[in-house]
């Protein structure tokens, strides 16, 4: 055998040892965008959830505005 042939054999070997870290590293970066996936529905949630409690929040203050600014009318 030559050196050519001796440096094909150990491309090869090297890209026969690469190739299960490839598919960990696949498997590893389908599992990332599942579980970004599910935290922008959590997200969603999380905001709407928000969102809903500044609503009410805002509905007490203007209740609570409206109580004071009857007050001085019933002194």
């Known amino acids: ?3 050519f042939q001796d440096e094909t054999k150990q491309v090869d070997e090297v ?3 690469q190739a299960p870290q490839r598919d960990d590293q696949d ?5 990332q965008v599942s579980a970004a996936a599910a935290g922008g529905d ?3 949630q999380a905001r709407a959830g928000h969102e809903a ?11 609570l505005e409206g109580e004071i600014s009857e007050a001085p009318k019933t002194a």
């Open 53 to 63: 409690a500044l609503a009410e929040r805002d509905a007490r203050i203007a209740e």
């Open 27 to 31: 498997e590893a970066s389908q599992a």
């Open 1 to 3: 055998m030559d050196g």
């Open 42 to 44: 959590a997200a969603a």
């Open 15 to 17: 890209a026969r040892q």
